[in-house]
Each structure stands twice: as C-alpha cells, then as structure tokens.
C-alpha cells in the first residue's frame, strides 16, 4: 500500500499481537559434506553434521514463492495480520516494503520509505521487527535512523544520532526482553560507504537503545550486519559483512545489558562461494540459521557448521514464520521458504 492508504496501514498493524561459545577448532576435519537436490526444490541441502538432520528433515524442499524484486531484505512475520498472517520484507533499491500473504501473495505494503531525492543512495528500509506492543520498527538507510510506526500512524524516530552525530544508516535489530533494543549501524545506506563525506561517525558501531532512550556504543566492527540473540539472552551474535573478514562474533551480554569482548565464534573466510555473513535468525535451541556464502549457515551453539540451505539465489537474511517451524529467506531477487523441523518464536 502506499502512503495515501496509510489509514489501512495503521489498522492492520493494530491488529498484530504482541528474535560462551568457542570458534571452531580448525584442527579437526568437518565430516564430507553431503548435498541434496531435488528436482522440484529450488535450491540444494548441504549436511556436514549428523545433527542437523534432526534440524532439517531428510525431505525438506526450498519453495521459491515469488521474485522480480531489486534486493530483498529484513523479513519478519505479522502473525495477526489483516486478517490473516502475512510477511513484511524490504525491498531496498526499490525503497519499498512489501508484503507475502500465503493467501493472496504479493503485494506493495508501504511505498516509498523514504521521501526525498535518493542521490545515488539505497535509502529504503533494511531490518525490520515487531514490538512487544505490535509496532513495526525499521532500521532506515535513507533517513540513517531506527524508527516505529505508531498505533495512529504517526512516525517516532528511535534514534538518528549518537552524542549529536548523524549515525550512519541503522542495518539491523533484535530486542531483548528487557525492552532494549540492539542494533547494528554499517555504512551501506552511504553511496561511497566508509569514505562517504556524509559520515559522520568514525567508526561501524553496534549500539543498544534502553526503553529510556539512551543509546550506548557497545562495540565496534569493520561490518556490523545481521543481528541475534541466544535463547538465554546472555550471549549476542552479530555478523561482520567485510568482504575481507567474514566471520560471525560472539559477545557476553553483561548484567547491565553492555557486552562484553568480542570473539571470533564462526569463520567462513575460506568459503568460496559468493556472499559474505549478513542477516540471521536463531532457534529455540540457540542454532545460528545465519545467510553467509552460499547460503543459510546452520551454525550448532557450539561452533560446529552443522549444514547449509542453499537457495537458488544466495539469500541476505531470514526469519520464523508461519506457526514458527517456517524459515523465510529473503534472497537477491526473490522469496524463499522452506519448512523444517525446528524453529524460533515469533513476537
């Protein structure tokens, strides 16, 4: 829907209810990999670890349910839409959020995201979420700030500046129970990324945002992308989307919600097929389901690269949906869905 339906908008988000382990030893050979392919999937099924067959069942198949978008982005699940459940996700070359009912499929949710000249800019959402309270939240390129659609439709901006300084443009987030939310800040809504004159920051931060509205720098990373938290909430994985690190770290999530050092907990430098670590999602017993070369990572609590689901096209991110044992896969172009064994919750 565009913005003149904006009306139509407000109601259907009313009526939602309310996402220390050690690094892989390198020492120790993974079993061989064993891919499995079907002629009716769209995609291949990589299983390195006898453990993820109680993840992904034997006959799981990748179903591609729609494409033709710029480069989608920041799936969630409205589990009481308008009136059925539906999926939001960014489209953000477009500077769309769209939407995929399992009933009606395809349609435009919220056009444009952001108002103005993009100049050369990604300016459309990214990650996006729901409040305990049923709000949609966005994580924007364009307006380089996190922000929540109202009850009434009105906009409040989450945070836009950290110590009186433009962030740089707000990638993805994940709240805690507390109410804080964590949230990453790369470079990739500027058109020249790091070397961009309107960066203002002088560093990629991972931020948390307490109910109060105080934002605190936690830590700094050369890409900090996709975001999660262990089912305990003690521990906090964000991906690092540099090119030429592409690991997942690890941080202790500290009594008062600060975080501790960080560590390598995944490596997947020696990877070579395209991608490098963005979005995640995690299920209820703390596996990393986490978009990386090649596809959907299956990472054990542990470390230990269970298998990968591998779409036809390489996927940016992931979430839970349906009764919560759906993985949605955001990819280049297209919608991605498969149906397994495990699953997360869904706010």
């Known amino acids: 829907m565009n913005r003149r339906y904006l009306g139509v ?8 209810a309310c996402g220390a382990q050690a690094p892989v030893d390198e020492t120790i050979p993974e079993p061989e990999p064993v891919a499995a392919e079907s002629t009716d ?9 006898p453990a993820f067959d109680a993840l992904v069942p034997a006959d799981a198949v990748i179903e591609k349910l729609d494409d033709g978008y710029g480069f989608t982005e920041g799936p969630v699940w409205v589990r009481r839409g308008d009136p059925d459940p539906y999926l939001l996700f960014s489209d953000i070359p477009n500077n769309v959020i769209r939407k995929w009912s399992p009933t009606e499929g395809a349609s435009v949710f919220l056009d444009p995201v952001f108002d103005g000249d993009p100049d050369g800019r990604s300016v459309g959402s990214n990650g996006l979420l729901i409040d ?16 929540r659609i ?13 110590e009186g ?3 740089n443009s707000p990638n993805d987030a994940v709240y805690h129970s507390s109410g804080a939310l964590y949230f990453t800040d790369p470079p990739y809504g500027l058109r020249e990324g790091n070397d961009d004159p309107d960066k203002e920051l002088d560093f990629n ?11 605190t720098r936690l830590a700094d990373q050369s890409a900090p992308n996709g975001i999660g938290l262990s089912p305990d909430e003690r521990t906090l994985y964000v991906a690092n989307s540099d090119g030429a690190n592409k690991v997942w770290y690890a941080y202790d999530v500290l009594d008062d919600g600060t975080l501790g050092p960080g560590r390598v907990f995944y490596d997947a430098n020696d990877a070579e097929a395209p991608g490098a670590a963005d979005g ?21 609590p542990d470390g230990t690269h269970l298998g990968s689901i591998q779409p036809d096209e390489v996927p940016a991110n992931a979430a839970w949906g349906d ?4 993985l949605y896969m955001t990819g280049r172009t297209g919608l991605y869905r498969i149906r397994l064994t495990t699953g997360g919750s869904i706010p």
Do not use: Q
């Open 165 to 167: 300084k433009r962030l």
């Open 205 to 215: 931060g991972i931020f948390r945002l307490s109910p109060d509205g105080t934002l």
């Open 150 to 162: 109202e009850a009434d439709g009105s906009v409040t901006v989450l945070a836009d500046r950290y």
């Open 323 to 326: 009764d919560g044992n759906t």
């Open 132 to 147: 305990r309270e049923g709000r949609l939240i966005l994580c924007e390129h364009g307006n380089r700030r996190v922000s």
């Open 41 to 49: 999937s769209a995609g291949t099924i990589l299983r390195v670890d």
């Open 9 to 16: 908008l407000v109601t259907a988000l009313g009526l939602v």
């Open 280 to 300: 995640m999602t995690i299920d209820r017993d703390g596996n990393l389901f986490a978009t990386g070369p090649g596809g959907i990572w299956v990472i054990g």
